[in-house]
Every structure is written in C-alpha cells, then in structure tokens.
C-alpha cells in the first residue's frame, strides 16, 4: 500500500505538462511556448511578483506536450563537453575568446558594457544584408517593462541598446523572423537562446532565417516587481516616467530615470541598483548552469577584470564565439571595421564573471530539490556532477543544505504555482 501511493505521488510529481513548468517554478519566461502553440492556447502575462509567465487554456494543455519538447524550463541540451581543462568546464565550448569594444563611439558610450553585440549586430544589418534584429527594450507606454523590439537600423538599435533587468520574453515573437525574407538576428537571454536553438529544429523556415543567434551573460532576471519597488524606495512618482535606463552611457553606467519634463537622474550605481534588484530573481534563476550563453552563436558580457573600480570607463565586452558560425561572423565584423578586439583566454571569463561559479553548485542544488522530490529541469550535457567536484567541501554543503532549506522556507517543495 505504501509502495503503490509512493509511485502515484512520484508520477504527480514529474513534468508532464506545461503547466507542470509553471507550478513547479521551472519556467524561465522566455516566451517560446507561446510562439509554438499552434492552436493558440498559450497567451504571456506579466506577473509582477514572479515575472513574464504563460497562461494556457488548462483543460486542452494538461493532456498535451508539444511545448516540453522547445521549453528550456523542462530541458536544456547541449553538446557533451569532452574538456579536461575545468575553465573550459566552467564557461563552456568557446572556439574564440576575445576581449573589445564597438568602433562606434555613441554604440560603445551608450552600451551597456563594450556595445559588441550591437556592433556585431550592426555588421549584420549592413554588410551582411540581414534583414532585422529581434531583441528585447524598454516598453515606450510603460518603461518599467520590457518589449520585444525590432530594429533594421544603427538608429533604432541605438534606442534599444543596453541592459534591462527585468523579465523578458522575445522568443514570442519569433514569427517576424520566420516570415522575414531574408536572414534575421535573434538577441536574448541564455535561456532565450536555448529556446531558439529547439525551436529550429522544429520550424524548417525559422531554422533557415536565423542568420545569427546573440546572447548576453546573465546572472538571472529579476520580476518587475523588483523595478516597482526600487523605484518606491527612491521615492520616484512612477506617473512621470518617461525613460528608465538601468546602465549605460559610460560604463558601467548607474539606474537613472527620465521624467515626463525630460529630467534626467542617475540614483544609484550599478552595483547598488544590482544589489537590490536581484533579491528577487525567481528559483528557477539560481538553478541556471548557462549564465553565459552556450547554446548562442557568440555570447558577450562585461570584462569586469579589467576594471577595479566604478569610476565611468569606455567599456570593453568579453566575446566568445561558440561555434564556426559564430567566429566567422566575429571575425568578419573586426575586419570590418565595427569591433575592435583581441585575443583572449578562459581564465579572463572565470576572473570577470562571477557567476560561473553558480556552475559549481547547480548539481548540489538539484540533488536537493530530488531529495524533497521536486521535479527538476534536465541539464543535459553539461557535466555539473565534474563541475561541482571543483567546488569546496563547505560549497558542496551549502548547495545541498542550504537549497533544501530555502525550498521549505518558500514552499516550494510542495509545488506552488506561479512561484
């Protein structure tokens, strides 16, 4: 008797269904289901407590599992990493490394580190006859939210450029790149890119027309919650928000607000504004082994190690072009003229970004969450057990125990919806 209701319980507890992403807290809000859904049951809201997240028609999507086979929340594959070299465990394939910046000043000031997937970008429209770029921006009608934008010009990427840490989901627009008739450039997040990278081999035509597939690093998104609430705490009346820019204009740039009279404020700096905002990411963030953007053709991000302090810089990106592809493309736009950079190596990465060390405590943590029986997201290819060997004992400890008890504290282990 307590065997067989252990099995039921062990079979409620799987990801069978979208919704089991959703209520399990494994949806990244990438937006890619909703793009997928043929029958058009899957709309996206923004839930200021969590984030961008589907809502589905339950009676027809609780029986169906088209979506598994693209959702990054249930699975990410990539290839499996043969490396001996535990830098290159940590950051990942990487056929180039090179560190630099765009050639155009105005890219690289209002950039959020070098402007070199903007620049790269830019290459793409001009010299390679793409036809767009897909990427997220602010929401011009509520800056406090992001938008999937558009950009077939260097002035509408120069509108759009820069970070926003907030919850994103351009995957949903992938339909302008699978009707496009010419190549098109797809910017995203880790888990974006992991998206776009299923949903290829699903769609011939939208496989045909990626031309190039940008990432970002990231460390996790926070929920627009996060915004709000800083915005409450700088006393700053949201109804005259005209413009809100996270960093940028000199790097690394600092949170600054734009009212309705064109007043410009910088509050705080980057590292302030980080240090609140990302106190709210969701789980699903930490348990991430991909904050560099394996699964994109080049992925960038800021070259923190060659700067100690936060004094305004020109900025300089770390580039790594993760396939032929990529490199080609990299290669073409130095020569080009929109980036200037050079070589550099995966131990610059690792000293750069701290975030690969979350890398060395993903498999603590979902052995944690298999411990308490919670449905987890399949890592594959990734070799977390090799990396989590190089972590320390104490490491070791923490994400093991330390997750189990975050999961009780916040209720997680019993599966909250939209949590």
Avoid at 14 to 34: F, Q
Avoid at 117 to 137: M, P, R
Wanted: glycine residues 8%.
């Amino acid at each position: 008797m307590v065997r067989k209701e252990f099995k039921k319980n062990e079979i409620m507890r799987s990801i069978k269904t979208l919704p089991d992403v959703v209520d399990w807290g494994l949806c990244t809000g990438c937006g890619a289901c909703c793009y997928f859904c043929d029958k058009q049951d899957v709309v996206l809201e923004n839930i200021l407590s969590v984030g961008i997240r589907p809502r589905f028609n339950r009676a027809v999507c609780k029986t169906c599992t088209d979506c598994l086979d693209i959702c990054p929340g249930c699975r990410i594959d990539v290839e499996n990493d043969k490396a001996t070299c535990n830098e290159s465990l940590l950051i990942g394939p990487a056929l180039k490394i090179m560190e630099g910046h765009a050639v155009d000043e105005s890219i690289r000031f209002k950039a959020s580190s070098g402007g070199a997937l903007t620049a790269i970008a830019l290459y793409c429209l001009e010299k390679e006859n793409f036809s767009l770029v897909l990427h997220s921006g602010m929401d011009s009608a509520e800056p406090w939210k992001n938008h999937a934008k558009i950009s077939r010009s260097r002035e509408e990427l120069l509108q759009h450029t820069g970070s926003r840490y907030l919850t994103s989901s351009p995957c949903e627009s992938l339909h302008l790149i699978e009707e496009s008739d010419r190549p098109a450039v797809f910017i995203g997040k880790p888990c974006d890119a992991a998206a776009v990278s299923k949903l290829r081999k699903k769609r011939p035509k939208l496989d045909r027309n990626l031309g190039l597939v940008l990432s970002f690093f990231c460390a996790g998104t926070p929920s627009s919650r996060a915004t709000l609430d800083l915005l409450k705490k700088l006393d700053f009346d949201l109804s005259s928000l005209a413009s809100l820019y996270y960093r940028g204009n000199g790097w690394p740039g600092g949170f600054t607000t734009v009212d309705n009279s064109g007043r410009q404020t910088t509050h705080l700096t980057y590292r302030d504004s980080w240090h609140f905002l990302q106190k709210y990411r969701p789980f699903r963030c930490h348990l991430c082994p991909d904050g560099l953007g394996q699964t994109a053709d080049i992925s960038c991000g800021d070259a923190w190690h060659r700067y100690q302090s936060e004094k305004k810089n020109p900025g300089l990106s770390l580039i790594l072009a993760r396939n032929l592809h990529g490199r080609q493309i990299l290669e073409k736009a130095i020569l080009s003229g929109y980036l200037n950079a050079e070589e550099s190596k995966a131990g610059n990465v690792i000293k750069a970004q701290g975030l690969v060390e979350r890398r060395k405590e993903i498999f603590g943590r979902v052995l944690a969450m298999k411990l308490l029986g919670i449905p987890v997201t399949d890592f594959s290819g990734f070799n977390l057990f090799r990396c989590w060997l190089m972590a320390s004992g104490m490491t070791k400890i923490k994400s093991v125990f330390g997750t189990i008890r975050r999961l009780i504290q916040r209720g997680l282990w019993h599966g909250n919806p939209l949590m």
